[in-house]
Structures are given as C-alpha cells and as structure tokens.
C-alpha cells in the first residue's frame, strides 16, 4: 500500500527551488521540494454580521441606494463608510437617486467559477450622482457588443428582484 491510498492525490512532484538564484551553494529547501497536490472540496458555510454597513444593504433590498455623509466636513462618500476617511468624522446615511457617471471600467473574459456570473464580465467605476467619490461595481445589460460601453455614459443602479447568494448583489449598474 501506498499514495493509492490518498483518492483525491492529483500528483506527486519535485518542486524547483524558486529562488535558485539566491542560493549558490545550492536549495536550503531541498529536503522539501517534493509535493503532493490533491484536490479537496470543502463546504463551508459562514454567518457574518455586516455591522454598521447593514443599512446600505437593507436599502438596496429595499429598492434604494443609500451611502453616508460626514456629519463634520460634508463629504458624501459613493461607498459607505461609517467615519469619514478624510477627517475621522461620524457619518450619517443619506439616499442617492440611484444614478451617476461611468469613469472607467474593465472588461473581463474569465472569471473564477465560483463568481458564478456571465461574461464578459464588466467592472464599472461610477461617480455616482449626489457623491463626492466613486463606486464600483459590476455593469450589466450594456448590449451585445463591449463597444457600446463608453466613459462618460450615464449609467443607474438597477436592483435585484429574485433571491440573491449575497447582499452585494442586490444591485448593478446598467446604462441609464
């Protein structure tokens, strides 16, 4: 008996010392460059709590795009956050009308599978209507071509009207 035991035992290699180039006199390592690669799934399920974030989310499943405002100097921030980032002041939520400006964006071909998302998949960054800074998020329903995506378009946030994985998508961006 031996590695035939180990069912999911992908392989079995002698690994290359990475840094060869350090090591002139040869692999400190050498003793454990040999390697077994297996594949193991595993199942895991989480509870998180999304804390002072929570609003924004139950806002989106509420059809509503909130973010937060520094009650100190004004700044409204495109994604929350619950102190200012410029002057450490507490913010406090306010809606947005939900729509804003495409200033970039990336277009992906290959995503991991456990995105679960078609592609491309598009990654837009958003100045949203009402914020003094961006959001970023995915860019749906743009057509048939990427060439239809521009800087500069308007875009909106649509909402989500079947059950979601994650409260991120709850939303998305779409052209305006």
Not at 11 to 34: C, L, N
Not at 156 to 176: D, G, Q, R, S
């Amino acid at each position: 008996m031996g590695l035939e035991l180990i069912k999911n035992l992908l392989e079995v290699y002698k690994a290359e010392d990475p840094m060869a180039f350090q090591h002139p006199d040869g692999d400190p390592w050498e003793e454990f460059r040999e390697v077994m690669r297996i594949e193991w799934k595993m199942d895991f399920t989480y509870r998180h709590v999304l804390g002072k974030y929570s609003k924004f989310f139950i806002e989106l499943a509420n059809g509503k795009f909130v973010t937060t405002k520094c009650k100190k100097c004004g700044k409204v921030w495109g994604i929350p956050r619950p102190m200012c980032a410029d002057c450490l002041g507490i913010t406090t939520w306010v809606e947005l009308p939900g729509t804003g400006t495409l200033t970039s964006y990336s277009v992906s071909n290959f995503v991991p599978a456990f995105m679960k998302v078609e592609t491309p998949y598009v990654l837009a960054v958003v100045k949203m209507d009402g914020a003094d800074t961006h959001f970023t998020h995915q860019l749906r329903n743009w057509g048939d071509s990427v060439d239809n995506i521009k800087t500069g378009m308007p875009v909106k946030v649509a909402y989500a009207t079947e059950p979601v994985e994650h409260p991120m998508l709850l939303m998305w961006f779409e052209p305006a």
